[in-house]
């Protein structure tokens, strides 16, 4: 059903045709001594309303199997409205709203208000961060609850090597207002390699650390994927 459901969100959302939309699909099949299969999907979609509004929003899922078993089922929905101040520096809001049930995160509704500003953006080089404030309601699977307020420090660089190539890498930072000892840093890296015809191949590899997980999980998770990106 969950899969059904964001299957109609990305077609909805694939309809407004005049608007950029990125969609990604990828998948992960290992063998030998076990088995995991796992598919993940994404969108984004992006308007520009006027020269000082922008909207964001972006859908992912993913399901994985080990040994035909369900081991991996998680979800986030995302929706970004900005408001530019200066050519170089953004306001902004975001509320995210998420599931990973075998990390232990039955429900997450985080809501972040910061700034953003862009320090290079030439043909090559592109570096901004961010500093936002950021409030969290969290569920884990088994009935603990947890409201946590945090600060949100981040860095994106991204360099093309050519024009059908570039590395992107986005770094975030979280301490932890509420627990000092639950602080989060998030590692996402990404190589990107145009194909044409608005196809591209992306190679990522995405970290995290929680200082505090759910009883019974490791403070480090990480996923490595390969997939086929197609914007329009």
Sequence with gaps: MKLLAVICLLLSLSSFAEHKIESEVNSQI????TD??????????????TEKFSLSEKASYQYGESDEVRSLEKWL????????????????LSTSYSSNRFSGVDRLLTNDLGVSHIWIKDKKLNLSNSLAYRYSREKQIDGTK???????????TSYKFNENSEAILELNYLPNFSDSEDDEVTADFDVVTFLGKGFSFKAGYDWKYDGKPAA???????????GLIFKY
């Design 30 to 33: 290992t063998g030998g001594n």
């Design 36 to 49: 995991f299969k796992s598919q993940l999907f994404k969108i984004k979609h992006e308007k520009d309303y």
């Design 77 to 92: 929905f995302n929706i970004r409205p900005e408001f530019k101040l200066t050519d170089k520096t953004s306001l902004f």
């Design 146 to 156: 947890k409201n946590d307020s945090f600060a949100d420090i981040g860095l994106r």
């Design 216 to 226: 019974g999980k490791g403070k480090h998770d990480y996923t490595t994927t390969l």
